[in-house]
């Protein structure tokens, strides 16, 4: 992340990021929060109802020119992170296209338990350390009431959106473990930890490498006669590690 003096910084080196457990993702669907011509009350409760979801929001805002620019990393060098930023004083600024910059952060969350309405604030991330220690979380404050129509002269365009809020309806693939039963006979298959009760309740999701024990018990007149796939057999208990995706063990009773 680029520092104020132009050197980098890094809070968790990438060797030590951990990767387990960890969730493929299915589906990733982007979707613009509506923030523009909506009124400010209706743009807080929209970013709001996507928090609300433990969802992060995706927040870009545009500098018109290196002065703004520079301004916005003064401010985050300079200051602690319980202090506001102005981020209206970028509104109605002009620039050309050589002259616009950009820059991304995450909305993780809010405050509005003031009384007065104009210290509620947006808790957003950033990706440029902790600023010398004055930011150990490396967050900032953004007012909620803020001019969410904010826009710039930018020559060639106009008028040219300062801000936009987004967000991602993401679905990921959660590990499980399926029973299948077989057989002439009847049966019960149990789990520890809880989530398969087989009976009706044949498949259940697990963090991924759980170690899962099942159990059958055979209803009266009925043998458990063993087990079948993802290395499970024998009469005795089965025992898997979840793995990503599906594991399935079939379990016959006659």
């Known amino acids: 992340a680029p520092s104020k003096n132009g050197t980098t910084e890094s809070a968790q080196q990438c060797s030590g990021i951990q990767t ?14 509506a923030t523009q011509g909506t009124g400010q009350s209706t743009a807080i409760s929209n970013i709001k109802n996507v928090l609300n979801q433990n969802k992060g929001v995706f927040f870009t805002f545009f500098a018109a020119n290196d002065a703004d620019w520079d301004a916005f990393q003064d401010f985050w060098w300079d200051n602690n992170q319980t202090v506001l930023w102005n981020v209206d004083a970028l509104c109605g600024a002009s620039g ?8 991304a952060m995450l909305v993780v969350g809010y405050n509005d338990d003031d009384a007065d309405p104009a210290k509620h604030y947006w808790i957003v991330l950033n990706s440029w350390g902790t600023a010398s220690g004055r930011r150990p979380q490396g967050l900032l404050r953004m007012p909620m009431k803020m001019n969410y129509d904010c826009k710039l002269n930018i020559s060639g365009y106009s008028p040219y959106s300062a801000f936009q809020f987004q967000t991602l309806s993401m679905t990921y693939e959660v590990p499980s473990v399926k029973v299948v039963k077989s057989g002439n006979g009847s049966g019960r298959v149990t ?28 209803n009266e007149g009925s043998v458990f006669a063993g087990w079948s796939g993802s290395g499970c057999s024998g009469t005795g208990t089965c025992q898997v590690t979840v793995s990503g995706g599906a594991v399935t063990v079939a379990a016959m009773f006659s």
Do not use: K, Q, R, W
């Open 96 to 103: 050309t296209t050589s002259t616009l910059s950009g820059h």
């Open 20 to 33: 387990t457990p960890n969730y493929p993702i299915e589906s990733m669907t982007p979707a613009t929060i």
């Open 191 to 218: 789990s520890s930890p809880a989530g398969i009760d087989c009976g009706s309740a044949c498949e259940g999701d697990f963090i991924e490498g759980t170690v899962v024990t099942l159990t059958a018990s055979p």
